[in-house]
């Protein structure tokens, strides 16, 4: 305790000089969010001086260990660490699919050398990830993928389409499933790594109904992906043909991360704002805030108990998917009050004073949630096979 | 901290589950006194019993003769209480009339918390004072008299008012009744002249007393804390009962959800086990993670309390709100799952739906707490 102590005030002293004041102002805008990368650059100094302070601690990644980039904390302090953020509302220096999705992956199955590679490319930020999972034909239906790696030696001829790729246009690299043999539905997909600028690659963004475009199709059209990036470096994760593992242990972290469980903005009580914002508020949207506000507030508890659990192997494994709904389904009523209590205001769709719209934007974006990394039936039935043993879910 | 239980607390809550599942059980203690229409809705054999096991006096400093333990300690037990829907004492006396007595004076201390760490002695609370919990507003007037206080008014909803040995009630001993300050706390014996009772029984079979002080007459030292600052003891009393009501409310949660998700998986219609229907199971689910959340909130009211946070007394609402709608929402998914056996006296899913809406208003409803959430916050 005494040590924790320690730790909480030489935390808050080192986040006191190191996280400028506009990194402790709410994300407006898809700017504010700093996600690295080969093409990153950054919205202002401040978003520079902070990213690169976390980084040099290994705060971008704070319970990784040292070797992979990360400060090496132990649960305790990395909580400690979330805590003292959360007070100061500092934002995220880097967000990334690598550290929410394939870092943890790579952490669980990764040979040394991918570790060392890879992770530490990640933790600091020189390499944008995107997930190449879904398909036309393969939504919730995961398993039933077709794009196709042929083995060709030392290297795949990958061919076929994936389908709502966040960030294909802007992401380095992709980790993809892909199928290598078709004989063989779970134990025939490889979960591989390979470059966005390889010969073959191309991406054709879709818009949303969010006006915004942030996702792609993607074209595989005879990908060369070689079979090893050096010494101890395969270029898949885990075994040839055993990928789907890897793919559902993915899953699970990316549930953890839609889900909100860390706190922040999405498990926090709103009324009180909305208050701020319309002076007035009608009675029964009042009424509707306040048990809002009590879901929120117990969900922000679940959150930390969810995560405090999963550090030492208490929680459920497919208790990610239960926080996956819960999370998702609460932050797009969050958005449903927003928009309610904003009134005509929150309906403008570029005006300057609405920052273009933001509100209705989020707003539209938010319907996104349940369905992303799984959609919300989807969780039910996972929660109700695997938790609740019910028959033939 | 860690939000889950240690290990202490982890073998406390196996402690707890064996004996509430065996001595407390719905046969054995629930069904049995309220099928002899038990006058005090209890079992005073079983209350001697967790006198035995230290749970009566968990909230009580060991230099009081108790375990000197929190409200997660006292949760924990609750929990189980809830579980098994078994009828005690135990939230009125060690939990609420135990926060009181932490502010009474030695010789108080000295009088009653022997016999509720011994399981001699029940106690209960008196605040409400109409069918709505309000506590703002205490009308019931303490007017002093020679070196002491004589009190007059009406109470609601004293959950074992009439097998009391002691009832804390809270009245006013200045200022208009809804005032914040004014109030004052005090312990009132079961013997004390003009004081009435009417007990009755409600619809979990539990009994509850309305209290009619008509010029009952105190000593002095009959004081719970402070003249006229009474307010703090009670908030205190008040966050104890919300959170150790949330606690019971859990337990009730989970066990019609445990009942429920048992029934899907043995029931057949169509040819097939009712539990692969997928409307159904999207039902459960959704329970489960319901119920979850509310459990969560609650436990992180009780560390807070325990810790003394300046936030335990929001979070306290947030978690009675949060598992009044999830065990709500248990019971009466619980119901319907059963299909029509779920309407028979003979199931205990029933009792869990009678329980639930007996704790429900117990120390204010969802409406009430999801409303103090809001004023808490600011709007
Ligand atoms: C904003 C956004 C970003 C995304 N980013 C990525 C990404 O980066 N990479 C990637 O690979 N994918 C991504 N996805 C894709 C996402 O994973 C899929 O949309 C999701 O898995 C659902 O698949 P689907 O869209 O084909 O819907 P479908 O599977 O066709 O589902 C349609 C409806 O049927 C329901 N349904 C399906 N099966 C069942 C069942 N067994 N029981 C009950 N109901 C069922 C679903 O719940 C849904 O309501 C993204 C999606 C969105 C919206
Ligand atoms: C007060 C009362 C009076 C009654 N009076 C009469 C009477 O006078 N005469 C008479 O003949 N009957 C009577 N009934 C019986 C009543 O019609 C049945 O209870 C009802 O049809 C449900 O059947 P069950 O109880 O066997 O429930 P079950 O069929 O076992 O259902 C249990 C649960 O499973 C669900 N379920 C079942 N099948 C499916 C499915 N395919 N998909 C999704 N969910 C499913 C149900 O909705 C229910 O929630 C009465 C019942 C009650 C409670």
Redesign the interface.
């Given at each position: 305790m005494a040590d924790l102590d320690a730790f909480r005030s030489e935390t808050r002293a080192w986040l006191e000089a190191n996280c400028p004041p506009e990194m402790r102002e709410p994300v407006q805008s898809e700017e504010d969010v700093y996600w690295g990368g080969r093409r990153a650059t950054f919205k202002s100094d401040a978003q520079k001086a902070w990213f690169e302070a976390c980084r040099d601690k290994g705060y971008t990644v704070p319970s990784w260990p040292k070797e992979y980039g990360g400060a090496g904390l132990s649960?305790?302090e990395a909580?400690v660490l979330r805590e003292e953020m959360a007070r100061i509302s500092a934002r995220p220096p880097l967000s990334s699919f690598g550290i929410w999705m394939l870092g943890p992956a790579l952490l669980h199955f990764g040979t040394e050398g991918q570790k060392k590679h890879f992770l530490n490319q990640i933790a600091r930020g020189e390499i944008r990830w995107c997930q190449g999972y879904s398909e036309p034909g393969s939504g919730s239906d995961l398993v039933s993928l077709q794009t196709f790696g042929d083995d060709q030696g030392d290297h795949w001829v990958v061919n076929g389409q994936k389908i709502w790729t966040s960030y294909a246009d802007k992401a380095d690299w992709i980790f993809c499933l892909v199928r290598t043999d078709k004989a063989n539905k779970y134990q025939g997909i490889t979960f591989m790594l390979f470059d966005m600028e390889s010969a073959g690659v191309s991406t054709k963004p879709i818009l949303l109904i969010s006006g915004n475009s942030p996702f792609c199709e993607t074209f595989f059209d005879d990908v060369k992906v070689p079979k090893s990036y050096g010494e101890g470096i395969p270029a898949q994760v885990g075994e040839v043909n055993r990928g789907w593992d890897v793919a559902k242990y993915l899953l699970g972290h990316e549930r953890e991360m839609i889900s909100g469980a860390d706190g922040g903005a999405r498990t926090s009580?709103i009324?009180?704002a909305?208050?701020r914002a319309s002076g007035e508020?009608d009675p029964l949207l009042?009424?509707e805030?306040?048990?809002f506000?009590?879901?929120a507030?117990?969900?922000a508890?679940?959150g930390?108990?969810?995560l405090?659990?999963i550090k030492?192997g208490?929680a459920h494994p497919a208790q990610p998917n239960?926080m996956k709904?819960?999370g998702t389904e609460l932050n797009k009523r969050r958005h449903e009050m927003f928009m309610a209590a904003g009134g005509s205001t929150a309906l403008e769709w570029d005006s300057e004073e609405t920052r273009g719209g933001a509100r209705a934007r989020e707003w539209l974006r938010t319907k996104a949630n349940s369905i992303e990394g799984g959609t919300s039936?989807v969780?039910?039935?996972v929660?109700?096979?695997r938790?609740?043993?019910?028959?033939?879910? | 901290m860690p939000l889950y239980h240690n290990e202490d607390q982890a073998m406390l809550a196996e402690t707890a589950a064996q004996f509430m599942g065996e001595e407390g059980a719905i046969g054995k203690q629930l069904r049995h006194w309220r099928d002899r229409e038990c006058k005090d809705g209890f079992g005073h054999a079983l209350w001697k019993q967790m006198a035995e096991m230290g749970f009566t006096g968990l909230l009580v400093p060991e230099a009081d003769g108790g375990l000197g333990m929190g409200h997660v300690e006292a949760g924990i037990v609750l929990e189980e209480i809830g579980r098994n829907l078994t009828p005690s004492p135990f939230l009125t006396s060690s939990v609420m009339a135990a926060s009181a007595l932490a502010h009474a004076s030695d010789e108080a201390r000295g009088r009653w918390l022997p016999g509720l760490v011994s399981g001699d002695s029940v106690f209960a609370v008196a605040i409400d004072e109409g069918a709505k919990h309000r506590p703002e507003r205490i009308a019931t007037r303490a007017e002093r008299s020679g070196n002491g206080f004589r009190l007059t008014g009406k109470k609601d909803f004293v959950v074992h008012g009439a097998s009391a040995d002691m009832i804390v009630v809270a009245a006013r001993t200045a200022g208009a009744d809804s005032d914040e300050d004014g109030v004052t706390l005090f312990a009132v014996p079961r013997d004390a002249a003009g004081l009435g009772h009417n007990s009755v029984r409600l619809v979990d079979s539990s009994m509850a007393s309305q209290l009619t002080l008509d010029g009952v007459e105190l000593d002095g030292d009959a004081v719970i804390g402070e003249v006229d600052g009474g307010r703090a003891v009670l908030d205190k009393v008040l966050d104890a009962g919300r959170v150790g009501a949330a606690a019971e409310g859990v337990g009730v949660a989970r066990g019609a959800m445990d009942m429920t998700v048992d029934y899907l998986k043995q029931r057949k219609q169509f040819g097939k086990l009712i539990g692969e229907f997928q409307s159904l199971q999207h039902r459960a689910a959704h329970l489960y993670s319901e119920v979850e959340i509310a459990r969560a909130a609650t436990i992180k009211a009780q560390q807070l309390l325990d810790g003394g946070s300046e936030h335990a007394s929001l979070m306290a609402s947030v978690a009675k709100a949060k598992v009044g709608k999830a065990a709500g929402l248990s019971v009466k998914e619980g119901v319907q799952m059963h299909g029509g056996i779920g309407m028979t006296d003979e199931y205990d899913i029933g009792l869990y739906m009678k329980r639930d809406r007996a704790l429900a208003e117990f120390m204010g409803d969802v409406y009430y707490h999801a409303d103090r959430v809001a004023r808490l916050s600011g709007y």
């Open positions: 649960p305790a909580k009580a009324g009180a909305m208050k508020l009042r009424a805030l306040a048990m506000d009590v879901d507030l117990a969900y508890a679940m930390e108990k969810f405090d659990e030492v208490k239960m709904y819960a039936e969780m039910l039935n929660v109700a096979k938790i609740l043993d019910l028959p033939g879910a | -």
